[in-house]
Nanobody, 119 residues
Framework: QVQLVESGGGSVQAGGSRRLSCARS????????IGWVRQAPGKEREEVGSIHTGAGSTSYVDSVKGRFTIFQDDAKNTVYLQMDSLKPEDTAMYYC????????????WGQGTQVTVSS
């Protein structure tokens, strides 16, 4: 089993920054990919981006490219989502998800952390 705990959510004004953390524990050697997913009220879930834990390669949805960065600290078993130039439309519950499979299909989910961006 793998446990994921997100932290770092909160309120921020548009144009500001926020860093989310996803700390993992348990059988973490099985994880090949960590993704960040968000869901706003009344909207579908959206994958923000992901990082392949072995190579460190990342990918992002177009709406956050150039503003969000995913990186990892292996010593802390933690993946981060650095969010800059935040917009009100970034307001959502943010979840991290861990995958042990191809194509970063989630197997484990954290509880989520709320980010609210005010204009």
């Amino acid at each position: 089993q793998v446990q994921l705990v997100e932290s770092g959510g909160g309120s921020v004004q548009a144009g500001g920054s926020r860093r989310l953390s996803c700390a993992r524990s348990g059988y973490t050697d099985s994880i090949t990919c960590i993704g960040w997913v968000r869901q706003a009220p009344g909207k579908e879930r959206e994958e923000v981006g992901s990082i392949h834990t072995g190579a460190g390669s990342t990918s992002y949805v177009d709406s956050v490219k150039g503003r969000f960065t995913i990186f990892q600290d292996d010593a802390k078993n933690t993946v981060y989502l650095q969010m800059d130039s935040l917009k009100p439309e970034d307001t959502a519950m943010y979840y991290c998800a861990a995958s042990t499979r191809l194509f970063c299909i989630p197997d484990y989910w954290g509880q989520g952390t709320q980010v609210t961006v005010s204009s």
